[in-house]
Structures are given as structure tokens and as C-alpha cells.
């Protein structure tokens, strides 16, 4: 009993001067610094590649810079089934390198990721047939989203496209079209349209 008693105190004594000694070294490490939210938003957007000698900018992709195709031209679209796909003149932001001028039909993901797309469309006022706008994945042809409607008055008609979150890979991208079954040429008015690209992460 008295040996057992003996690895008890022991036992107890170890214990207690362990936590001293971590109660100790805690005490003697410094206080973490606090870091400036400037200091935040400066890594936020750059990443040093400190390979050898060389050090290189690496861009954060964020919703912040989710790009915005526009035109500054309308559209005359013809009637029948065909799907027009639009050609964009531009990006309100180029951070991500998503449009190019030599495929501007395409918003392009600039990393694999979820997303989501929003398309505007608008065509002229006519009552006669239906209007479609849709949102469709250039790499497969899958449509992610449409909207189709008859027209039903003579005034203009307006139509807002959301996909659901959807996977892009990078260098995948999307596209915008549109149709009407008027009977004749119907102009798709630009200052109402535009296709948006946002990264969810």
C-alpha cells in the first residue's frame, strides 16, 4: 500500500510541476501582433511566389471583381428557333482576364470553382410569338438556365436569367442567346443587357 501510495504522490507531483513549467512557458511568449486591416486587404489581393530570386503577383479571385459583359451596339434579331449567342464589346472589369476580344461571345472562369450567372435581356415591344433568353455552357452546349415567354402585349419585353451555383473548371465558359418567334426582325436593345460571371468560391 505504502508503494502504491508513494507512485500516487509521485505521480501527482509530476503532474503539478508539468503545469507549472507549461503555465511558465506560456507566460514567456509574446503577444501575438495584431494584424492592420490594410495589411489583410494587401495579402487579400496578391500572393508572393518567392521561388529562387523571382517574385511574382498572383491575383485573388473574389466576388468583388466578378465581371459584367456589356455592348454598346443593339442586336437585330431574326425570328425563328435559332439561337442567337451575343457578342459582348467589353467587361466592366478585366482583373480576371475573363473576355477577349477574339472570343466575346464567352465569359471564361479563371480558376475551377462554384458560380453563378446572371443574363438581362430585353427585345422591343411586338404581341406576336414567344422570347427566349438562355444561359448555356460553351464546353458541352448544357443549358444551365433559360427563361422563355409569350410575348402578350405590344410593350417591350424584359426577361432576368439566374443559374443555380454550377461547377466551372478552369478555362471553362458561358454564353448568353437569345430567339423570338415575332415574325420579323426584332432589336435586342444593349443598354438593357448584360451577362455576369460571379464566383461563389
Known sequence: MSSNLFRSKRSFTQR???????????????????????????????????VGTQYQAIPAYSQANSPTAYSNTDWT??????????????????????????????????ITGRYIAIFSAYFTGNSTGNRLATIVRESDGSTLSSVQMAATTTASWRANVS???????????????????SGGNLVAQSAF????LILLG
Open 16 to 50: 503539478y510541476y508539468s503545469t507549472e513549467r507549461d503555465v511558465g512557458d506560456l507566460k514567456k511568449r509574446p503577444t501575438p501582433t495584431r494584424i492592420s486591416e490594410t495589411t489583410v486587404a494587401a495579402l487579400s489581393t496578391s500572393v508572393l511566389d518567392t
Open 77 to 110: 434579331i431574326a425570328t425563328g428557333g435559332t439561337i442567337t449567342y451575343l457578342d459582348w464589346d467589353g467587361v466592366d472589369d478585366a482583373t480576371w482576364g475573363s473576355w477577349s476580344a477574339g472570343a466575346n461571345t464567352l465569359l471564361t472562369a479563371p
Open 163 to 181: 443559374t443555380p451555383v454550377f461547377t466551372l473548371n478552369v478555362g471553362d465558359s458561358v454564353k448568353a442567346g437569345v430567339n423570338q418567334t
Open 193 to 196: 443587357m448584360n451577362l455576369s
